[in-house]
């Protein structure tokens, strides 16, 4: 059963405490990406993995870092330089190539609130 | 500067009628336009894309046109039923790179 799955799915942070957020796929897809949705705004991409061991910063990526040290992973950290983490996360995938259509797939979400 | 822009946030049709929900972009280097559909507390799921050397797209009842002149797209739900009720996001791309997404529209369809 192929997809994305993303943990935990609520996560409370508290003052000045680092938070990862998991991102696992198993649909053997090269790109990866982290969004995040506040209240009744689109998705804003803080960061994207087009191949392993590589990344780069979205339009948001302050306060936030990432690693992809294996295909199928790729994690968030929320780190205390971000003042306001309160909103809905999402990741997705994507196979890379101009026939894929960067057609992404998205996990369930991860709900981050602050303490 | 937002690129993409969805200048309605909500859209409310009865059952049975046309839903129309509208995008539109700036950026005039985009090619590929797609359509997500998402439900509260879950991830967007693909529903429809077009290339921009097409103007229309077609998939069962939804059917995506594309107006390049006026930098301008829309989706059309035809019949609208309940279980189409959901947020509606329009995203763009270039080249197949990373997608530039707009705010939504929240679409409610009535019995």
């Known amino acids: 059963d192929g997809g994305i799955t993303q943990s935990p799915k609520y996560l409370f942070r508290k003052e000045g405490q680092n938070v990862t957020l998991s991102c696992e796929q198993n649909l053997n897809h090269d790109a990866m990406y982290w969004y995040r949705q506040d209240p009744g705004q689109g998705l804003r991409l803080i960061y994207y993995?087009?191949?392993?061991?590589?990344?780069q910063k979205g339009d948001i990526a302050e306060g936030y870092s990432v690693s992809r040290e294996k295909k199928e992973s790729f994690p968030l950290t929320v780190t205390s330089a971000q003042k306001n983490p309160t909103a809905f996360y999402l990741c997705?995938?994507?196979?890379?190539?101009?026939?894929?259509?960067?057609?992404?797939?998205f996990g369930a979400g991860t709900r981050l609130s602050v303490l | 500067d937002q690129q993409v822009k969805q200048n309605s946030p909500s859209l409310s049709v009865q059952e049975g009628r046309i839903s129309i929900l509208n995008c539109d972009y700036t950026n005039s280097m985009f090619d590929y336009f797609l359509w997500y559909k998402k439900y509260p507390a879950e991830g967007p799921t693909f529903l429809i894309s077009i290339s921009s050397i097409k103007d229309k797209n077609e998939d069962g009842r939804f059917t995506v046109f594309l107006n390049k002149s006026a930098k301008h797209l829309s989706l059309h739900i035809v019949p609208s039923q309940p279980g189409d009720s959901a947020v509606y996001f329009c995203a763009a791309s270039i080249n197949a790179g990373k997608s530039t997404f707009g705010d939504g529209t929240t679409l409610t369809v009535k019995p």
């Open positions: 993995s087009q191949i392993v061991n590589d990344f």
């Open positions: 997705a995938s994507s196979a890379r190539g101009v026939l894929a259509k960067n057609i992404q797939y």
